[in-house]
């Protein structure tokens, strides 16, 4: 919170504190706007706070000494490619593995039909900037990624939500939301769905409503943009074929190393339909014209040299070890009425509070308390989400997240008898 004091004291040395061009800025610039619980985030990272609020992966457990030497291999070996520009589909050797990431999960994918992106947050923005005129309706679960709705909204699209449970989301309610748009004679762009545990609710789409709801997309001629950047970091259970494998024509596939390597080379991908990857490289183009061509080849040495497959396992041991200290914890501690998700994979579980409790309201207590969340409400275009937030047990160690889970059900339980 600004003081207001501040002003006075500084009156017009650092110009005025009242922004000069309110009145230039684009009418979807006006969406813009900074997340009210921001400023909590940043007591929230304070030593003290066990922090179940950040989607961070626990990159300090990669093998940092191997990556050094390939970033010194590149510099050394290949440096008068690297530090160039290079082109704004992406490396086309990087590409040929990313195909073949693709591949641990099903996909059939050629490279020229893949686009490389700064992580899959710009093939969203890409996405939304090719196909998505103000107004257009943009389907999405409900809840879904905050930073999707927040691309989605800087394009001045009408976010609407579709009803999900604990297998994805339910067929019927998208149909259903399709044909009132059609009878209010709305353009809908695509639907935007996270099939593999969630960001926030932690659930996974099961193979039958996957077939269903390709189904309907197909009948009612709309794109499915599928956002898969935790599906292979899964810890139980069979993997669930993603909807591009089954539907190449009707899907566009976003994938990332952000979770299964490191987010800080920033790399993801989209694959579409050919005459869709064009535009969408057209559209990278103008937006950073080239990728950092140093980041692609570190990440291209790494597939080669590196592997892996064996550091996604060491990562998915963590990360179940993790998540059972969470449902553990949940599960004794959590008081009645409270009930939550049960990820097979992720990051991510997803709370809903007894009735008459609002989690954004209780934000400011847990912190006191020394533990954050993210409150339900971000994760909805609409006002929803008041009872709900989202748990990440990815950063946190094991004891860390017992403890965190420990001071919010004090939490909790101090709100229930106010
Ligand atoms: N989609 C989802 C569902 C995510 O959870 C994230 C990261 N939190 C992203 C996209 C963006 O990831 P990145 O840009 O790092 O690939």
Redesign the pocket.
């Known amino acids: 919170m600004q003081d207001p004091r501040e002003s006075q004291r500084r009156p017009s040395a650092q110009g005025s504190r009242i922004d000069p061009y309110v009145g230039s800025y684009a009418a979807r610039a006006q969406g813009m706007v900074a997340s009210e619980v921001r400023a909590l985030f940043a007591v929230a990272s304070r030593p003290e706070v066990v922090s179940l609020a950040g989607?961070m992966p626990n990159v300090g457990a990669l093998p940092m000494d191997d990556i050094g030497r390939i970033v010194w291999q590149v510099v050394a070996e290949q440096g008068s490619t690297a530090l160039q520009y290079g082109s704004a589909q992406g490396d086309p050797v990087l590409r040929e593995h990313i195909c073949e990431v693709m591949g641990e999960e099903g996909i059939d994918a050629a490279a020229d039909d893949v686009i490389v992106?700064?992580?899959?947050?710009?093939?969203?923005d890409l996405v939304t900037r090719v196909f998505v005129d103000p107004g257009d309706v943009v389907l999405c679960e409900a809840p879904t990624?905050v930073?999707?709705i927040n691309t989605f909204a800087a394009f001045q699209a009408d976010v609407r939500h579709v009803e999900m449970d604990d297998d994805g989301v339910v067929p019927e309610a998208l149909d259903e939301s399709l044909r009132r748009m059609a009878a209010e004679g709305r353009r809908v762009k695509f639907f935007y769905t996270?099939p593999n545990f969630?960001?926030p609710a932690g659930v996974t789409l099961s193979a039958e409503r996957r077939t269903r709801v390709l189904e309907i997309c197909r009948r009612h001629g709309l794109l499915v943009l599928e956002?898969n950047?935790?599906g292979l970091l899964r810890y139980d259970g069979e993997a669930v074929p993603p909807l591009r494998s089954q539907a190449p024509d009707n899907v566009i596939y976003?994938g990332?190393?952000?979770?299964t390597l490191s987010?800080g080379f920033?790399?993801?991908w989209a694959l579409a339909p050919a005459a869709v990857r064009a535009k969408l490289v057209l559209a990278a183009e103008s937006a950073m014209l080239s990728h950092s061509t140093f980041n692609q080849m570190v990440v291209r040495r790494y597939l080669t040299a590196h592997a892996w497959r064996e550091q996604i396992k060491n990562f998915n041991e963590m990360y179940r070890e993790r998540r059972d200290a969470m449902l553990g914890a949940l599960d004794a501690l959590m008081p009645a009425g409270t009930t939550w998700t049960r990820p097979d994979g992720g990051?991510f579980v997803w709370v809903t509070l007894p009735e008459g409790l609002d989690a954004k309201a209780m934000l400011p207590r847990a912190v006191n308390e020394r533990v954050a969340y993210v409150p339900g409400t971000g994760f909805y275009a609409s006002d929803e989400g008041r009872r709900n937030m989202r748990l990440s047990f990815c950063y946190p160690t094991s004891d860390q997240i017992r403890e965190g889970v420990r001071r919010l059900v004090g939490v909790i339980e101090g709100e229930t008898e106010l």
Request: positive net charge.
């Open positions: 989607g992106t700064v992580g899959s947050q710009q093939a969203l990624y930073t999707a996270i969630h960001n956002d950047p935790y976003l990332s190393f952000s979770k987010p920033r790399i993801g990051f």
